[in-house]
């Protein structure tokens, strides 16, 4: 997908993604894939080792400029907290390569500004739903960043949460909806149940859970459903959007497998005038990876320096 984008420089750039589950990267030479590859997150990782991480590939692949993409927040070219990478913390990248650091959903939301021909006119929410939950707001053709480049921090937004003999709390929306938080309340339910903790189901992940039709797990994603149906009315409700647009594994489970149960319960908590809101899918599977790329480009192109200016 990636060799759709004809005008990326003429020179060796590095795009790497630093995600909850996996890291990948790519490597470009006058818009070629030259080599690209990825591991899995090593979520003990330290500062020190992620910065050894990215200078090697910046090595092993002779990049000009690196482009980096993380699911976590950003400070310039600081990376302030990776949730995900709990012992992430005020990283300051001092490579000997030109580095380009921002937020995974920022980064993807540039691929999809991109890709829909840099429309200075261009409104849309992007919203990805993975492991967790994440967010970019689009508003004529420029990225809302908010204070300190949080905005869009969708999959913070808390809602009430009722267990069994318990008192309410609240919850963070990617608890209920995104693929760690139901893989944790799966889980947690059948330590309570010795009778369905069988090998069956005790390794099961988010994939699983969403294709498996045991009444546990059609109970619990039916429930994941409503709360993201929801969850996106709020944000329609709030924003008003032309367009809100779906990535992630988990978001295609809703718009494919649960797709009544979502737009019912999406429907039932909009206002009037936002029940009509496009609800898309993106158009291309990875583009925080595309968008680490075109971050190399930010001193090169004034359209993408003005695209993230506030």
């Not at 899995?40 to 980096?68: F, P, R, V, Y």
């Not at 993807?108 to 409104?123: E, G, I, M, T, Y």
């Not at 608890?175 to 139901?182: D, Q, R, V």
Request: with cysteine; net charge positive.
């Amino acid at each position: 997908m990636l060799r759709r984008f004809r005008n990326v420089n003429p020179r060796r750039v590095l795009g790497v993604d630093i995600g909850a589950t996996k890291i990948e990267w790519v490597c470009l030479s006058s818009s070629k894939v030259e080599s690209s590859g990825k591991e899995s997150t090593d979520s003990k990782m330290q500062n020190s080792q992620l910065a050894n991480l990215i200078s090697d590939l910046a090595e092993q692949n002779n990049a000009d400029c690196i482009g980096l993409s993380v699911a976590g927040f950003v400070d310039g070219n600081r990376i302030v907290k990776l949730p995900n990478i709990p012992n992430i913390k005020n990283l300051d990248l001092n490579l000997n390569v030109k580095t380009f650091v921002q937020n995974d959903l920022k980064c993807a939301a540039l691929a999809v500004w991109a890709r829909r021909k840099k429309n200075p006119n261009d409104s849309f929410i992007l919203v990805s739903c993975g492991s967790g939950i994440g967010g970019a707001i689009v508003y004529d053709g420029r990225l809302m960043c908010g204070e300190n480049n949080t905005a869009g921090e969708f999959g913070h937004m808390k809602f009430t949460f009722e267990k069994p003999r318990s008192e309410p709390m609240l919850v963070d929306w990617e608890y209920l909806s995104a693929g760690k938080g139901i893989e944790k309340q799966f889980h947690s339910f059948l330590k309570g149940q010795p009778n369905l903790n069988s090998k069956k189901y005790s390794n099961f992940d988010a994939k699983q859970i969403f294709e498996s039709d045991s009444s546990l797990s059609k109970r619990l994603c039916s429930q994941a459903t409503f709360y993201f149906g929801v969850g996106l009315a709020n944000i329609a409700n709030a924003f008003n959007p032309k367009e809100i647009i779906l990535t992630g594994p988990v978001s295609h489970a809703y718009l494919s497998k649960y797709k009544k149960q979502f737009s019912d319960a999406f429907k039932s908590a909009c206002i009037t005038t936002v029940q009509n809101t496009v609800i898309s899918k993106c158009e291309f599977e990875n583009p925080c990876i595309m968008g680490s790329v075109l971050l190399t480009r930010m001193d090169s192109n004034p359209q993408f320096a003005e695209f993230f200016s506030k």
